[in-house]
C-alpha cells in the first residue's frame, strides 16, 4: 500500500495594516477568478495584499490592487501582475454588500488569501469602516495596557 503524501500547503497571506487601519464590521469568504500562473505564484507566497480593496460593478465584485508577482517558471504567456480579478458570490450576498458599502460609506477589504481544504484560493474580504488617528492611538494605548497587565501577572505567578 502507497502512503497518500500531505501536499505542502503554503501558508495564508495576510493583511496586517487591515486591522490597524480600519474597524472590521462584517466578514465574508469568496471565492477569486485567477489564471494557472497566479495560482503557482500565489503557492509560492508571491503575492501582497497591502493596498488591495473590492469594489462591486454592475452586480459583480472585484478585487483591485490584488499584485500577484509574475510566475518566474512561466514562459511569456505571463499574467499581469496588477489587475482586476472578479470575486465569487452568491448574487445575495453581492448586493447586500452593495447597498451596506452605498448607504453607510463602507469599504470592502480582503484580510486573508488562502487555499482551502479541497486547494482552490479563497479570499477572506471584510466590511470596513476606516479609522481616525485618534481610534488608532487608542486602541495601540489598550494593546499595550494589556501587555503591561499580563506582564504583571507573570511576574507575580513566580514569586
Known sequence: MAETQKRNQPTALINKRARHDYEILE?????????????????????????????????????????????????????????????????????????????????????????????KVKVEIALCRGKKNIDKRQDERKKQDQRDMDRALKFKDRK
Do not use: C
Open 27 to 119: 466578514t465574508v469568504e469568496a471565492g477569486i477568478v485567477l489564471f494557472g500562473t497566479e495560482v503557482k505564484s500565489l503557492r509560492e507566497g508571491k503575492a501582497d495584499l497591502a493596498d488591495s480593496f473590492a469594489v462591486p460593478k454592475d452586480e459583480e465584485l472585484f478585487l483591485l490592487n490584488l499584485r500577484i508577482q509574475p510566475y518566474r517558471n512561466a514562459t511569456h504567456f505571463n499574467h499581469e501582475e496588477a489587475r482586476s480579478r472578479k470575486l465569487l458570490l452568491k448574487k445575495s450576498e453581492i448586493t447586500k454588500l452593495r447597498s451596506k458599502v452605498n448607504e453607510k460609506r463602507l469599504t470592502l477589504v480582503p484580510l486573508k488569501l488562502y487555499f482551502n481544504q479541497r486547494g
